[in-house]
């Protein structure tokens, strides 16, 4: 089956620590997207990626980083300077430039930090 | 900057009414796309309307995007249970290549 995978679904951390969050698709997408929830919230866009070994900050990047190494993977470290890592993480992706396409979605990391 | 809101942000209806949600741009946009997001699950894509006045319908949901191409509504026809969960909508981001999605509308449906 082709689709996207996050993991873990559940993490827990303590403050001060990075965390790194996995994404991993297998449809051949060239664009892949993280976005943050919080409850209750819409989506808002942390990162993303249009090719291999480039990424763009989104609307909230501040205290997060990522890579894309590979096509198919692009993960997500939290860092310590995130002052609200709490949330739930979406990954998604979409083939093409990503304005006119849909985007597939992962199940999701839902992220506490204690 | 770019901003896309819906209203009503909650909404509860009794089991068999109607529902409608309704997406406003501040900027004109070449489509609009809707999701999905059930209770504790991950946005799914709906639909993508992209002619002004376009309507498109799949089986009790009705979708339209506005003449001017800067608002959108979905309409939902004899609500279920199975209609639960927060509908989105999301057009492209101006001078990107991603989506801005809107603020999203959480449908409770009374059984």
């Known amino acids: 089956d082709g689709g996207i995978t996050q993991s873990p679904k559940y993490l827990f951390r303590k403050e001060g620590q990075n965390v790194t969050l996995s994404c991993e698709q297998n449809l051949n997408h060239d664009a892949m997207y993280w976005y943050r929830q919080d409850p209750g919230q819409g989506l808002r866009l942390i990162y993303y990626?249009?090719?291999?070994?480039?990424?763009q900050k989104g609307d909230i990047a501040e205290g997060y980083s990522v890579s894309r190494e590979k096509k198919e993977s692009f993960p997500l470290t939290v860092t310590s300077a995130q002052k609200n890592p709490t949330a739930f993480y979406l990954c998604?992706?979409?083939?093409?430039?990503?304005?006119?396409?849909?985007?597939?979605f992962g199940p999701g990391t839902r992220l506490t930090v204690l | 900057g770019q901003q896309v809101m819906q209203i009503p942000q909650y909404q509860h209806v009794q089991e068999g009414e109607d529902f409608t949600t309704y997406c406003n741009s501040s900027t004109t946009l070449s489509n609009i796309q809707w999701y999905k997001q059930r209770p504790g699950g991950h946005p799914v894509f709906l639909i993508q309307?992209?002619?002004?006045?376009e309507v498109k319908k799949q089986k009790r949901l009705t979708f339209q995007f506005g003449e001017a191409k800067k608002n959108s509504s979905l309409h939902i026809t004899a609500t279920q249970t199975t209609d639960v969960g927060t509908y989105f909508c999301?057009?492209?981001?101006?001078?990107?290549?991603?989506?801005?999605f809107g603020t999203g509308t959480r449908l409770t449906v009374i059984p």
């Open positions: 990626s249009q090719i291999v070994n480039d990424f």
């Open positions: 998604a992706s979409t083939s093409g430039t990503g304005r006119n396409n849909e985007q597939f």
């Open positions: 309307l992209v002619k002004s006045g």
């Open positions: 999301a057009g492209p981001r101006t001078g990107a290549n991603n989506l801005f």
